[in-house]
């Protein structure tokens, strides 16, 4: 059984989706997300790398409905996010990763544009997301796993997945 500790932090991560805070995660949080993303680093909607943005929120939308939108409304209800979370992510983590990784890989490729994010950047994207600015300095901090100030693609599609299916 899974323990309602585990429900209740999932249940915490809810709120990071829900970018409109209306109760519910749908497709236009996703393209928010991309909006505000594209806003912070100055890329237009139209550029490649806008369209490919836009691209990925849509892709991670449709991975998250099969997931976890159980009536099909197009609405996922934190009830629906922690069941979808707990029954079909908990176990398999890589299943969120690929999910989000084409969102990812397009925010990215917004944030650093030379293959690497600087930490202050990746903080930059997560604030943009509407993480808290001392959250989102301490978690891109925490990647930088060599300390060099920079941090690859490939350190964050697994972090991102971590957060979102394992509550430690």
């Known amino acids: 059984m899974v323990s309602s500790e585990y429900e209740r932090r999932i249940a915490a ?13 749908d497709r236009e949080d996703f393209s928010g997300a991309a909006k505000a993303l594209l806003a912070e ?14 691209g990925g929120a849509e892709a991670f ?12 409304d197009q609405r996922i209800t934190r009830e629906e996010f922690v069941n979808g979370a707990v029954k079909r992510l908990r176990d398999n983590p890589d299943r969120f990763a690929e ?7 397009a925010a990215f490729a917004v944030a650093a ?4 994010a600087a930490v202050e950047d990746l903080a930059r994207v997560l604030r943009a997301l509407g993480v808290p600015e001392d959250v989102a300095r301490a978690a891109a901090a925490s990647l ?7 941090v690859s693609e490939a350190e964050i599609i697994p972090a991102f997945a971590r957060y979102f299916t394992v509550p430690q």
Request: no cysteine; charged share 30%; glycine share 20%.
């Open 13 to 25: 991560r809810f709120a990071t989706f829900d970018q409109d805070g209306n109760g519910y995660i």
């Open 41 to 54: 680093f100055g890329t237009t909607p139209r550029s490649d790398k806008g369209q490919a943005l836009y």
């Open 61 to 72: 939308w449709q991975g998250m409905a099969g997931i976890a939108d159980r009536d099909g």
């Open 99 to 105: 999910i989000a990784r084409p969102f990812l890989h």
């Open 113 to 116: 544009p030379d293959g690497e």
């Open 144 to 150: 930088d796993g060599d300390g060099d100030g920079k």
